[in-house]
């Protein structure tokens, strides 16, 4: 069974760099993609990140691209959200995500609708 645990939230500066991470103590995802989302209250889960796991491409919202990284750690079964350059519109409980499917196009892997199992969520809060 998949347990995903979201860490590495915290409150931070505008212009200042968290990185979260996202662990599988079930150790069991190593073929799934893995996804970050997003979530504000009253609005729908953003997708922000997303990983394959055949090679790990990455893929990213455009609200993000040029600031965050996606990476993951086979080894430690941990998959990282490196985000720099934080806004305040940034806020967001965010979410890691994994899920298999193989079409690689925007509509699956940025769908949260595409992903089996979610984390509880860590809340990034920053100031302006």
């Known amino acids: 069974q998949v347990q995903l645990k979201e860490s590495g939230g915290g409150l931070v500066q505008a212009g200042g760099s968290l990185r979260l991470s996202c662990e599988d103590s079930?150790?069991?995802?190593?073929?799934?993609?893995m996804g970050w989302f997003r979530q504000t209250p009253g609005k729908e889960r953003e997708f922000v990140a997303a990983i394959r796991w055949r090679d790990s491409n990455t893929y990213y919202s455009d609200a993000v691209t040029g600031r965050f990284t996606i990476s993951r750690d086979k080894d430690k079964n941990t998959v990282y959200l490196q985000m720099n350059r934080l806004k305040p519109e940034d806020t967001a409980i965010y979410y890691c995500?994994?899920?298999?499917?193989?079409?690689?196009?925007?509509?699956?892997?940025?769908?949260?609708?595409?992903?089996?199992?979610w984390g509880q969520g860590t809340q990034v809060t920053v100031s302006s």
């Open positions: 079930g150790r069991t995802f190593s073929e799934d993609n």
């Open positions: 995500a994994a899920g298999k499917f193989e079409r690689m196009d925007s509509y699956f892997y940025g769908s949260p609708l595409m992903y089996d199992h």
